[in-house]
């Protein structure tokens, strides 16, 4: 699976399987660096405890709403609770303007592979909740 370095990274599929994507930490920089093709898009490294978090708190699955910046998100989901000005961060957890979105294409993938959420891998409509 890939240690997490830049060097090892992990190798990792969108929930519903369509697509590879490699992720990393950049420790001095506080960030998971996730490289989609030749994009980079890097989120703030603590979201990995602050979704499990806020999963925990919701008790039960979580709809993923993956959507890019800009676009509308499904209330209630994960991609809305990465961008609202109430969670931990206090916005999105995306910190490159412009490739702030898709959180939740991203991150719980890694999430489920650490061991730390169940996602589905349906077509379309996935969810997640905390383990």
């Known amino acids: ?3 997490g370095s830049k060097e090892d990274p ?3 599929k969108t929930p ?7 992720m990393w930490r950049d420790e001095a920089a506080g960030l998971l660096v996730c490289m989609v093709g030749t994009t980079k898009l890097t989120y703030h490294a603590r979201c990995l405890e602050d979704l499990q ?3 925990r708190a919701r008790g039960d ?21 990465a961008r609202d000005e109430a ?3 206090g916005g999105y ?9 898709r959180f939740a294409n991203y ?11 169940e996602v589905e891998h349906n077509p379309k409509g996935n969810r997640m909740r905390a383990v």
């Open 53 to 55: 978090a806020m999963l």
């Open 87 to 89: 969670n931990p961060v």
């Open 10 to 12: 992990w190798v990792l």
């Open 61 to 81: 699955w979580v709809q993923l709403g993956s959507a890019d910046e800009g676009k509308p998100v499904v209330a209630g989901s994960v991609e809305a609770w």
């Open 93 to 101: 957890y995306g910190s490159r303007k412009g490739y702030r979105g």
């Open 107 to 117: 991150v719980p993938p890694l999430m489920e592979a650490l061991g730390l959420a």
């Open 1 to 3: 699976m890939g240690s």
């Open 16 to 22: 519903p399987g369509t697509s590879e994507y490699l």
